[in-house]
């Protein structure tokens, strides 16, 4: 059953100007996404997936149109109110694990909290139950050079669920992997999902993957439809 609306777009518009010409990638796009919900993002290289996902993902601003988080209007909020609730309310995982070189995959996951003010141990606890989650508690002590790129994916899911966000957002999180490792960490991240009832939106090439989501959406004249 679909939970309370987690991320509304309401006519959101962006568009980017290189040199002479005006890119529209965005315009007026609607959508809604459910607590709980895991809906894939597909669409051909270029049309403006990234653009989304930073969009409704607080990274970027809209040129118009509103995002409305948790039932919040996320317009007005000043740059250090959107670092907040980017810090506390929503995951990021994207196509390279962008893990920190010289930590631990332990460290990478309690990072996200301890930045938030969470105590230590508090932090260590929460990675470790999320390591053994994603089903890599053995390798809490690796750093991400000493692991596989299915493995280093994971502690990315991982860390970006760290503090509990309400939403995931992922930008081809694998994107990166072959077929059988892209399958073996979109079970974690699935389990992950439907376990804790964050809601997800998912860009992806692989149709396979986006078969599996609660429904598929893409890009079309700068909307959101239905795949
Ligand atoms: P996708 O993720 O689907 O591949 P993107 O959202 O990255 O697409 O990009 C959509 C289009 O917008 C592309 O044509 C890209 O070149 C352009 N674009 C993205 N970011 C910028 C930017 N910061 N400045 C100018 N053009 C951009
Ligand atoms: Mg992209």
Do not use: W
């Not at 740059?79 to 810090?87: F, G, K, P, S």
């Not at 506390?88 to 010289?102: R, T």
């Amino acid at each position: 059953m679909k939970g309370e609306v987690i991320i509304e777009l309401k006519g959101v518009s962006r568009h980017y100007v290189q040199g002479s010409r005006r890119l529209t990638i965005l315009n007026g796009a609607d959508f809604l996404l459910h607590q709980g919900e895991m809906v894939a993002l597909v669409a051909p290289s270029g049309t403006g997936k990234s653009t989304l996902l930073h969009t409704a993902g607080l990274l970027e601003r809209p040129d118009a149109g509103e995002v409305i988080l948790a039932g919040r209007s996320c317009g007005g909020l000043s740059d250090d109110e959107r670092t907040a609730i980017r810090r506390n309310d929503l995951g990021f995982v994207y196509q390279f694990h962008h893990l920190l070189p010289e930590f631990s995959a332990l460290e990478n996951i309690m990072m996200p909290q301890l930045i938030k003010g969470l105590p230590k141990q508090v932090a260590a606890e929460r990675a470790a139950q999320l390591l053994d989650y994603m089903k890599i508690g053995n390798r809490a002590q690796h750093r991400p050079a000493e692991l596989s790129g299915g493995e280093q994916q994971r502690v990315a899911i991982a860390r970006a669920v760290a503090n509990a966000p309400l939403v995931l957002f992922a930008d081809e999180p694998t994107g990166n992997l072959d077929p059988g490792t892209a399958s073996y960490v979109f079970d974690a991240l699935e389990a992950l999902v439907r376990q804790s009832g964050l809601a997800a939106l998912i860009a992806t090439h692989n149709h396979e993957l986006a078969r599996r989501m609660d429904r598929r959406v893409t890009l079309s004249d700068g909307k959101i439809v239905p795949l």
